[in-house]
C-alpha cells in the first residue's frame, strides 16, 4: 500500500527467529511490505528484494552497513538499528558505521512509525539518484558502473555458493564507420537498437551492461562455459541477423564477442580473461565468437 507515499518495503533482520515478531506484525498492520532475514542470509535478501529500508539488531549491524555499496561514505540504502543498550558510544559508532537511526530501548510505535516513514523517503529517493547515476542515458541499460557492481555480487555470491558464472564481451564490427558515414544520430538509433536485440538474448537473472562506446557485457549466473557458449552465439547472431533501419537507409552490422567462464579469480582478472577472447574474436576475422584459451 503507497496511498500515502511513505509505506514501503522492509527488512528485518532478526537474530533470533521471532525476536523482532511484533515488530514486523505492527509494521505489516501500517500498510509496509514486511520481509524477514535471518543473519546470514541478509545480504543475499538485500541484493534479492531491493527493500526500502533495513531494520536491524546490534548484532549484525556491522557485517549489514559493511557491506551496502556508498557515495561519497554515506550508505545507499537505510538502516535503522534497534540497540539494547544505552550506551552513547555504542550507538556513535553505528551511526559512524552508515546506520541512519540508532534507537535505544522500547520505542513509542507513532514515533517510530514517523522514523521509518521518514526512512522510506529517503530509500527511495537513494534507489532513484542510484537508478540515475548507474543507467546508461542512450540504451537504457545499465552503464559499466553498473555492470562491475553486478559482477562483483555474482562473484561474490559464486564465491559463497559454489556456482557457475560466465561473462561476455561483445563489441561492434567497424561501428565507427556507421558514425563517419551515417552521421552519431544514426550511430545512436543503431546502438539502441542493438542493446534491445542483445537484452532478448538473455534469461531474467542475467545482466547486460554498456560497457563502453560499442561495446557490451554481459553478466550470466548459473551458467557453465557449454550454456556460456551458446549465449555468446546468440548475441553474436542476434546483431548481424538482420539490418538496421535508419530512415531510408539499411545499414548491415557484425558483433565480434570473447567469454569466459569463471575460474574463482576476482572480478578484474575474470574481465582481462574475457577480453583477451574478444580480441581473439576480432583477429579471427570479426563477426566470431571466442574463448578465453588461458
Known amino acids: 500500500m503507497d496511498g500515502d507515499g511513505r509505506q514501503g518495503s522492509i527488512l528485518v533482520v532478526e537474530d533470533v527467529e521471532g525476536e523482532h515478531a511484533h515488530l514486523r506484525r505492527s509494521l505489516g498492520h501500517r500498510g509496509h511490505r514486511v520481509t524477514r532475514a535471518s543473519?546470514?542470509?541478509?545480504?543475499?535478501?538485500?541484493?534479492?528484494?531491493?527493500?526500502?529500508?533495513?531494520?536491524?539488531?546490534?548484532?549484525?549491524?556491522?557485517?549489514?552497513?559493511?557491506?551496502?555499496?556508498?557515495?561519497s561514505g554515506v550508505t545507499l540504502l537505510p538502516v535503522l538499528v534497534l540497540c539494547a543498550t544505552q550506551d552513547s558510544d555504542a550507538r556513535v559508532e553505528l551511526l559512524r558505521?552508515?546506520?541512519?537511526?540508532?534507537?535505544?530501548?522500547?520505542?513509542?510505535?507513532?514515533?517510530?512509525?514517523?522514523?521509518?516513514?521518514?526512512?522510506?523517503?529517503?530509500?527511495?529517493?537513494?534507489?532513484?539518484?542510484?537508478?540515475?547515476?548507474?543507467?546508461?542515458?542512450?540504451?537504457?541499460?545499465?552503464?559499466?558502473?553498473?555492470?562491475?557492481?553486478?559482477?562483483?555480487?555474482?562473484?561474490?555470491?559464486?564465491?559463497?555458493?559454489?556456482?557457475?558464472?560466465?561473462?561476455?564481451?561483445?563489441?561492434?564490427?567497424?561501428?565507427?564507420?556507421?558514425?563517419?558515414?551515417?552521421?552519431?544520430?544514426?550511430?545512436?538509433?543503431?546502438?539502441?537498437?542493438?542493446?534491445?536485440?542483445?537484452?532478448?538474448?538473455?534469461r531474467g537473472g542475467d545482466t547486460l551492461a554498456r560497457w563502453g562506446g560499442e561495446e557490451f557485457v554481459a553478466i550470466l549466473p548459473d551458467t557453465g562455459p557449454e550454456g556460456v557458449l551458446l549465449t555468446a552465439e546468440r548475441l553474436r547472431g542476434s546483431v548481424g541477423g538482420e539490418p538496421y533501419l535508419v530512415g531510408a537507409e539499411r545499414i548491415a552490422l557484425t558483433a565480434s564477442v570473447g567469454w569466459a567462464a569463471w575460474r574463482g579469480e576476482d572480478p578484474r582478472e575474470f574481465v582481462l580473461r574475457a577480453d583477451r577472447a574478444l580480441y581473439e574474436a576480432k583477429r579471427a576475422g570479426r563477426d566470431a565468437v571466442r574463448p578465453d584459451a588461458a
Open 97 to 202: 558505521a552508515g546506520a541512519l537511526l540508532c534507537f535505544a530501548g522500547p520505542q513509542d510505535p507513532v514515533e517510530l512509525e514517523a522514523h521509518i516513514g521518514a526512512a522510506v523517503a529517503v530509500g527511495r529517493r537513494y534507489a532513484a539518484l542510484r537508478e540515475l547515476a548507474l543507467t546508461d542515458e542512450l540504451t537504457g541499460l545499465g552503464n559499466r558502473r553498473h555492470g562491475e557492481h553486478e559482477l562483483a555480487q555474482q562473484v561474490a555470491r559464486s564465491t559463497r555458493h559454489g556456482h557457475p558464472l560466465g561473462l561476455a564481451l561483445a563489441d561492434l564490427d567497424g561501428f565507427k564507420a556507421i558514425n563517419d558515414v551515417h552521421g552519431h544520430e544514426a550511430g545512436d538509433v543503431v546502438l539502441r537498437e542493438v542493446a534491445a536485440r542483445l537484452a532478448g538474448c538473455l
Open 39 to 71: 543473519g546470514h542470509d541478509a545480504l543475499e535478501r538485500i541484493e534479492s528484494i531491493r527493500p526500502d529500508v533495513v531494520i536491524v539488531g546490534p548484532g549484525e549491524a556491522r557485517a549489514v552497513l559493511a557491506s551496502l555499496p556508498r557515495e
